[in-house]
């Protein structure tokens, strides 16, 4: 047995100034092999002292640092002795504070641009081609105009003549370009120089480690104790199930609540998913309890046909299942949840009074108070990337790791309006239809989301001689990062014409298929 290494002691701290791009920092970061943290821009000196981090970084902002009262870098940051990296507005920011000099300009240079090698870079060097020459991504107004003392410069753009500088005796770097985003070639390059070898990090972040460690982390969270779990058949409870399975057993028991507005099969899909993973016997049998929730929600649905109000009701309903059902285990202490590292991030902002740029939707809003029981989180400082990994690492199938999310209201928001029983039947044997043909056309992975909506409108069909008046099923399917903005899928005439004819031909009460090409925004990808 070998010992457990702290995979969390080399660690970067990630500064942010309020770019859209932080996160992805962070992510490629963790990419290399190295764990990090996301704190705002002005936490303490001895909060800095406290993280200990083997390096800085710097990230990009909105800001200038031509006005006084614009963030700037803690001086803590300079006198802990390891490399810092400035990006966009930390480079800036690392400039104007060490001696050099901004410009302001009224022009942004947004987009693809060349960076021309000026001198060898220990960071920069395995970016570019041999004729030293590599496309990166550029964002900014502002432009370094002269460099701090002890400082070289070591890459240059047309519009940015200062696009890159560093100062190897003190490792501080700085770099006017974003090499987080995927659209500057070699940016991982980068990074990984930064984290692995200028930073000096082994690399010990990887999905095994990971594992090893939440494991023993939850081990020693909870003892003996008992754990209930809200299994919803999305990754991250699915990842927590596995993880809690693998750690402490038969201690955990999972809360499947069936709420009829599931997708077709769910819960025994959710079931075979697990089955396979723990075929092998390298996880324990996982205890299931599927409740029957159905009649309770749809009856409490009934005559409801506004969106939020439709929301409120099926988020409210399922606290009320899931506490009758935890309450009548016997003993538990622990209730298990799926928190992921950006929403610790996005809570700790709001905390800081930034402006919540992602929105978010809670599926449960929290459970009741008298409900003592202590948090287990095993996937908070994880990113949904590092949650999917870890997932496949413990054995889950890929077709449940790579799911197409599905909203907490579940159908009840792709029925337009009142629910009815009759109509959630009809939408998931359209909506299995759509998926299954997907899946049979490769095209499942290539879309980021698809799903039939439920549209309550009498349109008129031909049967054989008869006019029948039936309702209508919307096919909805977008391609997206972040599913902040979306675009519709492109998907071939061909398939949608399968999917069409068999939605018509083998559900009756439905006479039409319309296939939905609004982008986000102004549409939003769910209907209601
Ligand atoms: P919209 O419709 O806002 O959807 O463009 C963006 C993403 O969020 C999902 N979504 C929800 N998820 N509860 C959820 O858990 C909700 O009430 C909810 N509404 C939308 C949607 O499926 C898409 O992935």
Redesign the pocket.
């Known amino acids: 047995m070998s010992t457990l290494r702290d995979i969390h002691a080399q660690r970067l701290l990630i500064l942010d100034f309020g770019s859209q791009y932080t996160q992805l920092i962070a992510r490629r970061v963790r990419e290399s092999g190295v764990y990090c943290e996301i704190y705002p821009f002005d936490i303490t000196a001895e909060q800095i002292a406290e993280f200990a981090p083997a390096g800085v970084i710097l990230s990009g902002g909105p800001e200038t640092v031509t006005e006084g009262s614009t963030p700037r870098i803690p001086e803590k940051v300079f006198q802990l002795q390891v490399p810092v990296l400035g990006i966009c507005y930390g480079l800036q920011a690392m400039a104007a504070q060490l001696g050099g000099a901004v410009a302001s300009s009224d022009k942004r240079e947004f987009g693809h641009a060349q960076i021309q090698a000026e001198q060898s870079s220990q960071l920069l060097d395995d970016m570019f081609d041999s004729s030293g020459v590599v496309n990166v991504w550029m964002s900014h107004g502002d432009k370094v105009s002269s460099l701090p003392s002890g400082f070289t410069r070591t890459a240059s753009s047309p519009s940015a003549p200062i696009a890159a500088m560093e100062d190897p005796e003190r490792r501080f770097f700085g770099v006017q370009f974003h090499p987080e985003v995927t659209h500057t070639d070699n940016g991982e390059a980068l990074i990984h120089n930064f984290a692995r070898n200028i930073c000096g990090c082994a690399g010990d972040w990887t999905a095994a480690n990971i594992v090893s460690d939440a494991i023993a982390a939850i081990q020693a969270q909870v003892g003996q104790d008992k754990v209930v779990l809200g299994l919803s058949g999305g990754v991250d409870s699915s990842v927590v199930a596995a993880l809690l399975a693998t750690a402490i057993g038969d201690q955990l028991t999972c809360i499947f609540v069936d709420n009829g507005l599931l997708r077709k099969n769910e819960s025994e899909e959710v079931r075979a998913a697990f089955s396979g993973a723990m075929g092998d016997g390298t996880l324990a049998e996982l205890n299931i309890i599927t409740v029957n929730a159905q009649a309770e929600f749809l009856d409490k649905l009934a005559g409801v046909d506004d969106p939020e109000a439709k929301?409120k009701i099926i988020g409210a309903t399922f606290i009320d299942v899931f506490d009758r059902e935890a309450t009548a285990l016997k003993d538990v202490n622990w209730l298990a949840q799926g928190t992921i590292y950006p929403d610790v991030i996005e809570s700790a902002a709001s905390k800081y009074g930034k402006a919540h740029v992602i929105?978010s939707?809670?599926?449960v809003g929290g459970l009741p108070e008298r409900m003592t029981l202590k948090l287990v989180e095993p996937l908070r400082e994880l990113f949904k990337d590092e949650v999917r990994k870890i997932g496949l690492h413990l054995g889950l199938p890929e077709s449940l790791i790579f799911r197409?999310?599905?909203?907490?209201?579940g159908l009840g928001?792709r029925i337009l309006g009142e629910v009815k029983p009759s109509y959630a039947d009809v939408l998931r044997e359209a909506d299995a239809i759509f998926i299954e043909e997907l899946r049979n056309a490769n095209l499942y992975s290539q879309v980021s989301?698809a799903?039939a909506v439920y549209l309550p409108v009498k349109s008129v069909g031909v049967v054989g001689d008869a006019r029948r008046y039936e309702h209508v099923i919307a096919l909805r399917a977008v391609e997206t990062i972040d599913?902040?903005t979306?675009r519709w899928a492109h998907l071939p005439y061909e398939f949608i014409e399968r999917v069409s004819n068999r939605i018509i031909n083998e559900i009756a009460a439905v006479s039409r298929v319309v296939y939905d090409v609004s982008s986000?925004p102004p549409?939003?990808?769910?209907?209601?």
Do not use: D, L, S, Y
């Open positions: 929301r929105k939707h809670h599926n197409h999310p599905f909203p907490g209201p928001v989301q799903f599913f902040m979306a986000k549409a939003t990808i769910e209907w209601e």
